[in-house]
């Protein structure tokens, strides 16, 4: 017999070994809000099915939770693809990024006549009803585990390329796979006991594909709301047009690429493309300041995005317009630490719109636009005071004004600067690799790696505080940064594809620091076993102003 104990009680059990979590369950008599999806066993994240043989902590998860929900996301995505292969035998299903609180997917079903057509309405809507009937027949998802030869052998058989140059080029002897009565398919997490668990989602047509709607992590009874996204949309457009370029579009391809030498060609392609970008918009600011008197650029995106680099590298390409980038500190208008609004555990709330003076910041922002001189305030971080310091500022000929802050495009920060005087850019990591066509890479996991180290490098937290403090930064940006992303009249995405076999030199080591007895480790374990798909390569042709530079060091630029 097991001692088994429930963190969710803190109740302690025995039971046979070889018990599943799933049956073990109803003897712990907990009452979760939701149906559970899964657990943590020794803070490691597991399926329902998982069977204990040893002595072990177990806490059981529902949506509600990260893990809950990404375990709910990627059975889903299983449903889907079972779904196509039904309707239409050999359609290849393409699973490619985020969008609208969905995710963007299309498949191409086999070519007719030669040629190769566009989704329909009718079609997704076959693929939708083909879903409800596989969750209302509640089949089960079973797991395999095989040596990795004989899972690339599958997987080649089954025409799934791209599984085949994962696998091939990962470090893993054993490869677990899962089957759908007689559809099979690879997944780098595990999923719920069967398809019954899922009744909540949607298939709607979405541009020239589908959206698969999920549920709302905060009210998963129903689905997250279809939030419009159509500059982001085109973002990730103009990521696959470089991937094509750049030939490469999941792990696979970076690994193959990295095997034959190409590492070095793909940095300096990658870097060469986003110059290209920053370029183009530095060119567009120097027209509408000639064309329309702008004078005010705007700089936000969320925790890591690289803010600091775009906003340096944007201001020489500013200078070689013949413009005269002055940047501007919303951290000077911060109101004094004792008037900072508070989170509802008593600590201040250091994101909060009202925790910047946006009265005078307006004040003083629309008294520059008219060329007049202010003096602005120097806000002293050790006392928590602002302070009036005589330093005073003027915009003059050729000048732009940068305000590069969480805020920047919230339109109550600059409501009294007319529109078309301002520019508006938002910049964040979107990944542009999947690991492979059914598993994307989530956009807050890239950030996070790069917040751990830059975080470690800096000596400010360790992995296991980043990690701890990472669902407030998330909760953060939901509320005051991606609201406005819209609002941008430009969006750049600072990932790279060669970006995690770079990351992974870096963060393997302090991911592996994180104790495996505290709640974070679940965490950094689930970041280890992914970045470990991806090829380690050394950082030295990362050049010194790239974005990357500003998290793994060795920037040419002060910060």
Same mark, same amino acid.
């Given at each position: ?118 989704? &329909? $309405? %009718? ?5 939708? =009803?083909?879903?409800? @009937? !596989? *969750? ?6 079973? +797991? ?119 590492? &070095? $060609? %793909? ?5 060469? =493309?986003?110059?290209? @970008? !920053? *370029? ?6 120097? +027209? ?132 078309? @005087? ?138």
């Amino acid at each position: 017999m097991l001692q088994i104990r429930c963190l969710n009680n803190n109740i302690t059990k025995s039971f046979p070994e070889g018990s599943s979590l799933l049956d073990i369950f109803p003897e712990f008599g907990v009452k979760m809000r939701h149906e559970i999806v899964s657990a943590k066993v020794n803070n490691a994240s597991q399926g329902l099915k998982f069977r204990v043989y040893q002595n072990r902590d177990v806490e059981y998860l529902d949506i509600t939770s990260s893990s809950g929900m990404r375990v709910y996301i990627r059975s889903l995505c299983f449903v889907l693809y079972k779904a196509v292969q039904d309707v239409f035998p050999g359609a290849k299903l393409y699973i490619e990024h985020p969008i609208s609180r969905g995710y963007y997917c299309n498949f191409l079903k086999p070519a007719i006549d030669g040629r190769t057509r566009g989704l &329909t $309405e %009718l079609e997704i809507e076959q693929v939708r =009803l083909r879903m409800e @009937k !596989i *969750v209302a027949l509640d089949m089960p998802f079973r +797991r395999s585990e095989v040596p990795t030869e004989e899972a690339i052998r599958i997987f080649h058989e089954r025409g799934f390329t791209d599984k085949v140059r994962l696998l091939e080029t990962s470090e893993k002897v054993y490869t677990d796979y899962y089957t759908l009565g007689d559809t099979v398919d690879y997944y780098y997490g595990p999923l719920v006991p069967s398809a019954g668990y899922l009744k909540v989602f949607g298939l709607e047509q979405y541009g020239k594909g589908m959206l698969l709607r999920v549920p709302d992590p905060e009210h998963p009874e129903r689905l997250a709301e279809n939030v419009p996204q159509p500059m982001t949309f085109e973002v990730y457009k103009e990521q696959v047009r470089w991937n094509v370029i750049m030939r490469l579009s999941n792990a696979g391809d970076v690994n193959k690429a990295c095997q034959q030498g190409r590492a &070095t $060609e %793909l940095i300096q392609v990658s870097e060469a =493309l986003q110059e290209k @970008k !920053i *370029v183009k918009i530095a060119e567009e600011i120097d +027209r509408r300041y000639h064309e329309r008197g702008l004078k005010l650029v705007l700089i936000t995106g969320p925790s890591s995005s690289g803010k600091t680099t775009f906003c340096k590298r944007l201001s020489i390409q500013l200078l070689a317009c013949g413009l005269r980038p002055i940047s501007f500190s919303t951290d000077d208008y911060f109101v004094n630490r004792v008037d900072t609004p508070l989170l509802p555990d008593g600590q201040y709330d250091f994101d909060n719109f009202d925790t910047v003076d946006h009265k005078l910041l307006g004040e003083h922002l629309s008294q520059l636009m008219q060329g007049k001189e202010v003096e602005v305030p120097e806000y002293n971080f050790t006392t928590g005071m602002r302070e009036w310091n005589g330093k005073r500022l003027r915009i003059t000929d050729k000048h732009v004004l940068i305000i590069e802050g969480i805020h920047a495009l919230n339109p109550k920060l600059t409501s009294l600067v007319p529109d078309d @005087k301002k520019y508006k850019i938002y910049t964040s990591a979107l990944t542009s690799v999947s690991l492979d066509d059914h598993n994307w890479i989530p956009t807050r996991d890239n950030r996070l790696l790069r917040r751990i180290i830059r975080d470690y490098n800096k000596g400010a937290f360790t992995a296991r505080e980043t990690i701890r403090q990472w669902p407030n930064v998330c909760k953060s940006e939901e509320q005051w940064i991606f609201p406005y992303q819209e609002n941008a009249d430009v969006m750049f995405n600072s990932a790279l594809n060669i970006e995690f076999a770079v990351l992974r030199n870096h963060a393997e080591t302090i991911l592996a620091s994180v104790p495996k007895n505290c709640p974070e480790y679940a965490e950094a374990h689930r970041l280890l076993k992914f970045i470990h798909y991806f090829i380690p390569i050394p950082d030295k042709d990362i050049p010194p102003t790239s974005i990357m530079r500003e998290f793994v060091g060795g920037s040419s630029f002060k910060y």
